[in-house]
């Protein structure tokens, strides 16, 4: 069955960086466009960013810009997620996804979920 | 930015009665809507993708329905492991996939 096992959350200073990890297994990596979704601390569901099968094509939220940058290794079947600059309002438990349907099509949205890494930024 | 908006924030129900759940976009999104059960300390689940269509493993009790601007989560009669809350999920204009703000259903 799918599996998505997220690592590499902790606890960080304002202005800080880390780097997020989503193993996966139990499908085909390469054959998936893949995301980071967040959620702060008893609130709701705010997405992050995505990536497609082959790197091509990233995006990111606004609130990240610049600043985060999604990857992908398919031979590792890795998700990764750099954080710079990070700020009190990047706490969060960070969720790896992967997307289903047909996003060429324009029409997908996360399936499947990890548990999450909790991301801290504190000074 | 599309806005998804869900009501009610709580929903109080009994087991085995019906929950109905709303959730509103700020404009058209045909039927490319998703709902999501998340309990606590879990991980969102994937019940329903095209508005209405169950997620693999998704008993009969959840549907969905709705198109345009307006949805329906229902839980036709609600067991003990369905109390959570549930999140709706727009894709049809993205980036970015925006969400609800959730419903919480919890016991009565």
């Known amino acids: 069955q799918v599996q998505l096992v997220e690592s590499g959350g902790g606890l960080v200073k304002p202005g800080g960086s880390l780097r997020l990890s989503c193993e996966a297994s139990g499908f085909t990596f390469s054959d998936y466009y893949m995301s980071w979704i967040r959620q702060a601390p008893g609130k709701g569901l705010e997405w992050v960013s995505y990536?497609?099968?082959?790197?091509?094509?990233?995006n990111y939220a606004d609130a990240v810009k610049g600043r985060f940058t999604i990857s992908r290794d398919n031979a590792k079947n890795s998700l990764y997620l750099q954080m710079n600059s990070l700020r009190v309002e990047d706490t969060a438990l960070y969720y790896c996804?992967?997307?289903?349907?047909?996003?060429?099509?324009?029409?997908?949205?996360?399936?499947?979920w990890g548990q999450g890494t909790l991301v801290t930024v504190t000074s | 930015e599309i806005v998804m908006t869900q009501s009610p924030a709580t929903l109080s129900v009994s087991p085995g009665e019906r929950a109905t759940l709303s959730c509103r976009a700020s404009q058209s999104i045909s039927s490319n809507l998703a709902w999501y059960q998340q309990k606590p300390g879990q991980a969102p689940r994937l019940l329903i993708y095209?508005?209405?269509t169950r997620a693999t493993g998704i008993p009969a009790r959840f549907s969905g329905s709705g198109s345009g601007t307006e949805f329906t989560l229902t839980i036709s009669s609600l067991q003990s492991e369905d109390f959570a809350v549930y999140y709706c999920q727009q894709y049809n204009n993205w980036p970015p996939w925006t969400f609800g703000q959730g419903t919480k259903v919890e016991i009565k």
């Open positions: 990536i497609d099968r082959s790197s091509d094509y990233t």
């Open positions: 996804a992967r997307v289903s349907g047909y996003c060429s099509g324009g029409s997908c949205y996360p399936g499947d």
């Open positions: 095209g508005a209405s």
